[in-house]
């Protein structure tokens, strides 16, 4: 077991603010997201790379920050759930999922809904069948998943032409 | 959960992670997707003094055809494979990368880290085995090229040398004729699959020339069904042939009993999923487009 650690110095942006601080290399993106600049929205689920509740996009790609170190998201532009909204508008993803209630407990739900943003920013008319592969590694233990799809459905219909 | 605390070195260059690991030695590891390594860590299973962190060295990660071959960069992302047109190529190939757990874990994963950590449910050595694969391993001095089946050794072993790492893995293109099917099946996205085959052959006319057959998931490494191979090479695919093959195959599996299933069920579910991934290779060596995809829930 080494001594004595060195802490990292690293630089990156969250929700389009930057932020720069010294970390221990240990540290997971998740922990970082959720204890340093306490944006809780970022749920830790299974903290087994299963479950998905972690998601955020790490330059505009969905990932799992329970399994990614902190120090790989050095220059790395993060979006997390509260990064949706703007100016206290919320996001149409958000709002669809509120509108087609695909949420019950909401446990998995801004996980779900940073995995549909990637779907979206690469595919703004995706079939049911593409829906369903794109949230394939987000569980949820509520809803049976039918209102979720409709959510999403709903969403890439009102962001068209956005 | 915390993984246990490390060192961390940033490696500029693939020759400069290479050094690192002869500096550091058996107390180090390379990271590169994470996706198996960081989970085995936070378990404690695996304990590295030091990680030498690849993710920032440059020009890594790329798909390239040169000459009938397929060159990926050993940091490659099995979500950039499957969003590679030249992967249509070789089918096969897109099977795996598209179908490899989830969204997320395909934006983080990659090849050369598949191949590495040589996880027995690993997907890409099941694949790769079927096809003319070179893993092309260097240290700080110099590099050697090695054939899959060479670079396989183990559970979780592999002919890399401590101070060793996979640069580059390449794929010869089959030639005309050709056509291959990789189906994984999983009780849901995010886990490995409960057994896989990959099947890839060459038909001249009504008759199967070559054929190679992986079983995934059932052994201690990627197995080589030889005795199924050969009950189809040189023959007509007849529903005579294509059972004796899938009882080959059968017979080839040596799963364990576990949370997936128990060895007969595995071995039930490998007769099955051969016989459909020839049926499927059989059809795309035809030239037809079939859409393969990992089979779960």
């Known amino acids: ?162 | 959960m915390y993984p246990r605390a490390f060192h961390y070195h940033r490696a500029g260059s693939l020759q400069e992670a290479a050094a690192m690991l002869a500096e550091l030695g058996d107390e180090a590891k390379l990271l590169a997707g994470g996706q198996s390594l960081i989970p085995l860590m936070k378990l404690r299973f695996a304990n590295p003094s030091h990680l030498v962190d690849l993710n920032f060295v440059p020009g890594t990660a790329y798909v390239k055809e040169e000459n009938g071959t397929l060159r990926f960069g050993s940091l490659t992302r099995h979500a950039e494979i499957e969003a590679s047109p030249a992967t249509a190529k070789i089918p096969i190939i897109h099977d795996c990368a598209a179908g490899i757990a989830d969204v997320q874990v395909r934006n983080r994963g990659t090849i050369g880290g598949s191949l590495a950590e040589a996880d027995p449910s690993g997907d890409w050595a099941t694949v790769l085995m079927t096809l003319q694969t070179e893993v092309r391993c260097q240290n700080n001095k110099s590099d050697r090229r090695v054939q899959l089946a060479d670079f396989i050794k183990d559970a979780y072993t592999t002919a890399l040398a401590h101070d060793e790492l996979v640069s580059e893995v390449a794929v010869k293109i089959p030639p005309a004729g050709s056509g291959g099917a990789y189906l994984a099946f999983k009780r849901s996205a995010p886990v490995y699959p409960t057994a896989s085959a990959a099947v890839q052959l060459t038909m001249d006319g009504e008759t199967c020339k070559e054929i190679a057959i992986g079983l995934g998931c059932v052994g201690l490494t990627a197995i080589k069904a030889k005795d199924a191979e050969a009950a189809l090479r040189g023959q007509r695919i007849t529903e005579k042939t294509m059972a004796a093959a899938v009882e080959a195959a059968r017979a080839a599996a040596e799963p364990q009993s576990d949370m997936r299933g128990s060895a007969d069920y595995k071995r039930a579910l490998v007769s099955s999923l051969v016989k459909r991934a020839i049926a499927i290779a059989v059809r795309r060596a035809r030239g037809e487009q079939v859409e393969v995809s990992h089979i779960y829930a």
């Open chain 1, 1 to 162: 077991m080494p001594e004595a650690i060195e802490k990292v110095s690293i630089k990156l942006t969250v929700n389009g603010k930057s932020h720069s601080l010294a970390i221990e290399p240990r540290m997971l993106l998740v922990e970082l997201l959720r204890e340093a600049f306490d944006l809780t929205g970022t749920h830790v689920g299974c903290d087994t790379t299963y479950c998905g509740a972690c998601t955020v996009l790490m330059n505009g790609a969905a990932v799992k920050s329970c399994t990614v170190f902190a120090v790989q998201a050095d220059g790395a532009e993060i979006m997390t759930v509260e990064g949706l909204e703007k100016d206290g508008q919320l996001h149409p993803i958000q709002k669809a999922f509120g509108d087609a209630y695909g949420l019950q407990c909401g446990y998995c739900t801004p996980g779900l809904m940073l995995s549909t943003a990637q779907l979206l920013s690469q595919n703004k008319r995706p079939s049911e069948k593409e829906i369903r592969k794109a949230i394939a590694g987000n569980t949820c233990r509520c809803t049976g998943y039918q209102n979720i799809l409709k959510a999403i459905q709903l969403a890439a219909q009102n962001m068209k032409g956005a």
